[in-house]
Every structure is written in C-alpha cells, then in structure tokens.
C-alpha cells in the first residue's frame, strides 16, 4: 500500500505570498510610476525615509521583546524584529489590519510559544502602540485646531472622530486584561462554539477554549510585576509613533521644500492617519491617498501633490509589504529546511 503524500503547505504558502506580490506589483498603476517620480528627487533626504523606516522596525521588534521577556519567554533580538515586521506586514494587507496579531501568535506557536500567551503578549503591545498614538494625536490636534478650522475644517470632524474610536480601542483591550470580563467572552465563544456540533468534536474547541484562556490569564495573574514592562513599552511607543510620522517630512524636503517645520508636517501626518486608521480596506487603501491630498494640499504646492503622494506611498505602505513578503518567504523556506533535517534525523535514528 502506498504511503499518503504529504502536502508541503509551506511550498504552496511561499507560492502564493510570491504570486501575490507580483499581482501586488502590476494592479497598482502608481507603484510602476513611483521610481521614475523619484529620481528627480533629492536621494539624500529619500535615504533618510528609509533609515528611520528601519529604525521603526527595531522599536517594533524591540517592545515585543521587552515584554515578551517579561513573561519569561526567552526570545532574541533578531526573532522580535522578524516577529514585529510579519506583523505589520500581514495588517497591511488584511482588512481593517486585523491579520496582523493572529499570524503573528502563529509564528509564536512554531517555537513553541502558547498561543493564549502569545496574543495577550501580542495585545498589550497593540495597547502600548494606541496608547502613545492617540495622545500625540490629541496633542497635535490641539496645536493644530487654528489652522486647520481656518484652512480646511472639513476634515475636524473626521479626527475627531478618529480619536473616539482610536481611544475607545484602548478601552476595549485594556478590559480584556480584566479576568472576569475575557472569562465571559470566553465563555460566549464556547456557547457559539457549542452550536457546531462539527467544529466542537472535530477541533476539541471547548478544550482549546480553556487553555488559550488559561495562557492568556497567566499574563495577568502577576500584572503587578509587569507594570514597568508596560510603562517602558508605552514610553517607547512614543519615539515609535515619531519615526512612523516622520517619513513623510524627508519626502517633503525631498521635493525641495523647507518653508514649514518639522513639527507641522509631524502633526499633520498624524491627524491624517488617525483619521483613517479605522478604514476597512487593506492598509486603508483609497483613503489614505484621499486623505493625503485634502491634508497636505496646502504643502506639496507646486503641482506636485499627486507625485507626493505616490512616494509617501512607496515608502510607508509598498516598501513595507515588499519587504515583509520577503521576509515571509525566506523564513517559511528556512522552516521548511529545519522541518526535513529534523525529520531526517529522526528517520536515521530509527534506522540505528
């Protein structure tokens, strides 16, 4: 009798994330059009794009360590950062970003992390990240409110609307952190659970239910000793938020602007993207590039706007999926690889 063939999911895996860039590549007309835009520009300001982009990473993999290692999960600096781009990777791609924790939990659960204790390791920084986001929003806007009602007061509304549901978010994790509370959405998933009769006998959901529950508690049975863990990650999400902000400020002086300071264009970024980080399309596609042009039209003012745009763009959302898809495909390969000479391996000490 034949033995079944195995099917080598993470081939097909790598396959797609390869097929899916290129489509990625050749459905979006400005991402052909952006290298011929920025070769008139100033390649030194461009380079800095990319460095503080790359330093962004390292606070992103950088937090997820510290509190990682606050749980006593040993984890190096090299796996925070591919653990932290993967993330932003796949939120980039899934609508509303909602890709981003989940896949991220199962990179964890490779390395035999549990997957309860990896999302709520994986939550709180997502906390920590909204936390410092909203209150340099607040801030901006409220250094911003002049100018912005004078000039262009339409968009007022839609940053404060931002801010509600962008701080009503913080309220909503931070409650999942309340045994109690988890207990009863728990409990709810396994009442919804209960009504598949399929799902609850095929998958063991009632007992998968309760351990995520159980690991996702362990993080918040000795919260009193992780407090300065979750300090350090809000304060280090500030200096974060500022990188991510910042790009767009060398781009603008890469089109040879100087006449505006750096904390404007900061703020104005930011009250762009707080104004359309709650969009359900992938990495808020469409809105972002309308966003942009109604929020810096009176910047980028010498018929440059849409070419601004294309290379805000590339740097903030394309450079990112490029490299997170990369990243994606040379790990799963290396995983693979590991996978077969361990089962070689094992295959050779049976032999023995």
């Known amino acids: 009798m034949k033995s079944k063939r195995k099917i080598p999911w993470s081939l097909l895996y790598i396959a797609a994330t390869i097929v899916a860039v290129v489509l990625f590549g050749v459905l979006n007309r400005e991402f052909a059009n952006v290298f011929a835009t920025m070769a008139g520009l100033t390649p030194g300001w461009l380079s800095l794009a990319i460095v503080i982009t790359v330093v962004f990473f390292g606070f992103e993999g950088g937090i997820i360590l510290l509190l990682m290692r606050s749980q006593h999960v040993p984890m190096g600096w090299g796996t925070g950062m591919k653990i932290g ?12 970003s909602t890709g981003g924790q989940p896949m991220q939990a199962a990179y964890l659960r490779r390395d035999d992390i549990p997957v309860g204790l990896s999302t709520a390791v994986l939550l709180m920084k997502f906390f920590c990240y909204q936390c410092a986001f909203v209150l340099c929003s607040v801030v901006f806007y409220c250094m911003m409110y002049e100018k912005l009602s004078a000039e262009n007061p339409g968009i007022l509304p839609l940053i404060v609307l931002g801010l509600i549901i ?36 095929r998958f063991h959901l009632m007992d998968t239910i309760d351990k995520f529950e159980s690991d996702f508690g362990s ?10 863990s979750v300090i350090w990650g809000i304060l280090l999400s500030i200096p974060q938020f500022f ?10 002086r890469a089109f040879g602007y100087s006449d505006v300071s750096y904390w404007e264009i900061v703020a104005v970024q ?10 359900p399309m992938p990495g808020a596609s469409g809105a972002q590039e309308l966003g942009f042009s109604s929020y810096f039209r009176n910047y980028f003012v010498h018929n ?27 790990d799963q390969f290396l995983y693979r690889r590991r996978q077969l000479r361990a089962a070689g391996a094992g295959g050779n000490k049976e032999k023995t």
């Open 85 to 96: 781009l993967i993330g932003i990777y796949y939120s980039y791609i899934t609508p509303s």
């Open 243 to 252: 990188l991510q902000m910042s790009v767009i400020f060398f781009i603008f």
């Open 219 to 228: 993080f918040t049975d000795d919260f009193k000793e992780k407090k300065g």
């Open 270 to 279: 930011s009250l762009l993207q707080v104004s359309v980080s709650f969009m």
């Open 166 to 201: 962008n701080g009503g978010s913080i309220l909503f994790f931070a409650s999942l952190f309340i045994k109690p509370v988890f207990h009863v959405i728990c409990r709810f998933a396994k009442w919804l659970a209960g009504r598949f009769a399929f799902l609850r006998e």
């Open 304 to 330: 440059d706007l849409y070419a601004a745009v294309m290379v805000w763009r590339f740097f903030t959302y394309y450079l990112v999926v490029i490299a997170g898809a990369l990243l994606v495909v040379i």
